[in-house]
Every structure is written in structure tokens, then in C-alpha cells.
């Protein structure tokens, strides 16, 4: 019993405590009575007339919840029920492995464009969060996917296929939030130099006290949009209006949210709204969000037509000085925007 394990899947058979490093302190923990919990707690919105002659009626019905609610759920988004039931499908059977088949995938390095790893970054943070994580890099695919794990054997085909149809959806919510700010269909596109697209498969084993630590605390997403596949069991809860509300599963629809990225692009306009994942007594979670995101060199700052008799809010800036600074500075509640203000007055 001397060797220590890695990874949390491996170290939480048949605890009845959560161990001290993963207790929050009193003030930061997930107070399951005052949490929110009712249908409808961030719009629903059908994408299947988003190429049809009521296409502007959907592009105001995003706009308003970027402008809302920062987030918003999607159907009829074009990604079959096969693609999303094979990917939770690989994504289970890869958490399953035995763990020595599992670590070989093993790296505590944020800059690591594949690895498997544990909490958020266990190099920064002061409290572990009860969560695994396989974190890989997917655009260009032919760039990245030999890094992939190759066990289980179809992993790479399936992820593969998952990752170019999140992309696909990315593009189109991407050219709708585009017109919704009233700029070109392509803005966001051409602001985004090469493109990037990372995933995360999270997964979060059940606890045995999950009211005193958290899946992930509460974080804005530093990228540009996220979308979201989660397997049936609840966790998502987003901040609105002070108020943590669970975001609860609807089979075959993804979760949408706008990240800091967007935040800046629109000067404000559209807000990267906090968000966290608790855990729960009984019950495994798998989710899988697609941060789509700019390449490292692309220099992001609000859109010129946004910036009025007001200001620009942020100084321009390479996405690769955001991202560093996001995994460097542990998940504070504060965003990581602060450090990107301009210096006007
Ligand atoms: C994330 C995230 C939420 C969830 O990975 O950034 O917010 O429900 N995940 O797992
Ligand atoms: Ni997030």
C-alpha cells in the first residue's frame, strides 16, 4: 500500500471520507440546499431553421442568451445520436481500463498538448477537485491525433470523428454569434488566425461527501465557445444572477457557453459567465467539453465596429499569453480578464 496512486479513479475504491487535500474551506463549498433546480434554467434553442429563411430569428434568440444568460443549450445541431452515443461510449471504456493501462497517458504539464491528469493543475492549486481528466488537442487532427491513446483500438477513430463534428457545430454557432453582434459572418472566423480545438473528457467518480469539495470549482472558460456532451447524470451548475442553477441533462443536446475570448471580441457586450461541476454519492459522471478556441498566435482585442463612443475594455493580446496565464494561476473565481484590461481611463 506504499505506492501512491496517480490518478483519483484509482485511489477513491471503497473510501468513506473524502481525504483532507480535497475539502474546501467552509465559505467555498457547494451548499446543495441553495442551489436552483428547475427546467428551462438556460434557454433551449433549435438550430434546424439556422440555414433557413427564419435564420435571423435564431440569431437573435442566441444573441440574447450570450447576452442573458452566457449560455444556452442546442438541438437539432446536426450531430447524429450515433456520433455522441459512440463518443460517451469510448470515452467510459477508456476510464475503465485497468489503471496501468491508463497512466501511460499520465502528465501533471499544462503545456502538454495530450495527457491524462487529475484535479485542475496540481502544480498550482492549494485544494484537489474530484475529477480526472484526459485533455487533448484536436485541430488540425492529422497534427495531433497519433498522440492520442491508442487503447481502447478505436479511440482514436471515434474521437476523430466526434472532434470534426464539434468543429463543425463550433463554425456555424460561431458565424451566428457573429451576425448576432452585427458584424460580418466571418469576423470571429478570420479572428481566430489558424483556429484551435481542444477536449476534455472529465470524469468524475462518485464521492462519498460530495458537500464538501467540487468537480471543478467555479471558472469561466478562457476560450472562445465550449460545447458541452455530458452523459445523464446531473452536475453542471452555472452562476445567474447570484444564484448557482443546475443545469440538467436533456439526451442528445449539447451545452453551449460563451468564453473570455468572446467576452473581449464583443467589448463586454456578451458575457464568459462562471460555472462549476459538483459530484454526487451514487453515480460516475462523464463530460466532454469541446473548447474551441484561437491559435496561439492569434492577437485577440475587442472588434473595432464594437468599440462605440466608449472604449475599447481589453488590450489586445496573443491567445497564447491568455491561455499560460489561465493554467498558471489555478481556478480562481476571479476571472482571468483582469490581467487583459486596457489602461484607459
Ligand atoms: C469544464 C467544465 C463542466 C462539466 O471542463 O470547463 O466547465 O459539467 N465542465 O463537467
Ligand atoms: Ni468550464
Known sequence: MTSKQLLLSDLVAGMSCVPSNYI??????????????????????DLQSLNGPTRSDIIKEIGLACQNYGFFQVSNHGISEAVI????????????????????????????TMRLSTSFNLRTENVSSWRDYLRLHCHPLEDYMQEWPSNPPSFREVAAEYCTNARGLARRLLEAISESLGLEKEYIDRALGKHGQHMAINYYPPCPQPDLTYGLPGHADPNVITILLQDDVPGLQVLRNGKWVAVNPIPYTFIVNIGDQIQVLSNDRYKSVLHRAVVNCDKERISIPTFYCPSPDAVIGPA?????????????????EYYEKFWNRGLATETCLDGF????P
Open 24 to 45: 474546501r474551506p467552509t465559505y467555498d463549498r457547494p451548499n446543495f440546499h441553495e442551489v436552483e433546480s428547475f427546467d428551462g434554467a438556460i434557454p433551449l434553442i
Open 85 to 112: 452515443d459512440k463518443m460517451l461510449h469510448i470515452s467510459r471504456e477508456f476510464f475503465h481500463l485497468p489503471e496501468s493501462e491508463r497512466v501511460k497517458n499520465y502528465s501533471d504539464d499544462p503545456m502538454k
Open 304 to 320: 473595432p465596429q464594437l468599440i462605440d463612443i466608449d472604449h475599447a475594455h481589453y488590450r489586445n493580446f496573443a491567445y497564447s
Open 341 to 344: 484590461k486596457s489602461s484607459h
